[in-house]
């Protein structure tokens, strides 16, 4: 089902339009369970049942991605040690599942040129409105560090290349961790789990000069069932290491 775009502001229904013919979004409301609004200042993701659950939207400059940005590590991070973020090497990333651009946007942040990939239309459209709000502002350069690339990673990872394939797909959430924070609910309502997901490992280490990272839940088997090299882990997840 199309996911329906609702413009909020007069001044931008244009835009409205222009995001409608890119990525095949309907202009009906319908009976969809996420509605896109396109507001005077962001394009916003809402769940049509629950509106008490807010908006899902892509902020590289304030909120969370500003706090991490200042105070979450640095080169320190779990994430940072195993793409390989060592002094003064900032190898290029692709992000073949990059969602929301978080952690692109930490890679980005310490350096690294990142391509990121992302097939789900709304998602597409959320990052492509994060990246637009963040030219200009104080994260101009990092931003400037990120290209985004609408379309399943099967198809664009052959065309390209880098030091390090990323990977982070969805993975089906344990029974009890269903009350999931609320922009996970909102989130998984729209993409779902990636089930084909295993199939991305060995697209992955074609496009990459030096290794796959995946990321995990702890409880989770590695991707594909192959054993990876070493694993970097985090208080809920891991980083699966594949060198090339
Ligand atoms: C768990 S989220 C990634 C979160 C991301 N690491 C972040 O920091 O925001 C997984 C995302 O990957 C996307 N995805 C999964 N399989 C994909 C594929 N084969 N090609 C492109 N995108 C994919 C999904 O649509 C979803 O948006």
Known sequence: MAVPLICESPARESQAELLRQRYGFSAELGEAPCVLVLTETRLELRKTDEPKLGAIFVDFVEGAAAHRRKFGGGRGQAIAKAVGLKKGANPSVIDGTAGLGRDAFVLA?????????????????????????????????????????????????????????YLDPMYPHREKSALV???????????????????????????????????????????????????????????????I
């Open 109 to 165: 942040t310490l350096g690294c040129m990142v391509t990121l990939v992302e097939r789900h239309p709304a998602v597409a459209a959320l990052l492509e409105d994060g990246l637009e709000r963040a030219r200009g502002s104080e994260v101009d350069d990092i931003a400037a560090r990120m290209t985004l690339h609408f379309g399943p990673s099967l198809d664009v990872l052959p065309s390209l290349r880098a030091d390090v394939v």
């Open 181 to 243: 924070k609320k922009e996970m609910r909102i989130f998984q309502t729209l993409v779902g789990a990636d089930l084909d997901a295993d199939a991305l490992l060995a697209a992955a280490r074609a496009a990459a000069r030096v290794k796959v990272v995946v990321k995990r839940p702890d409880y989770a088997e590695p991707l594909a069932g192959v054993k990876p090299a070493s694993s970097v882990p985090t208080k809920k997840n891991r980083f699966d290491i594949y060198p």
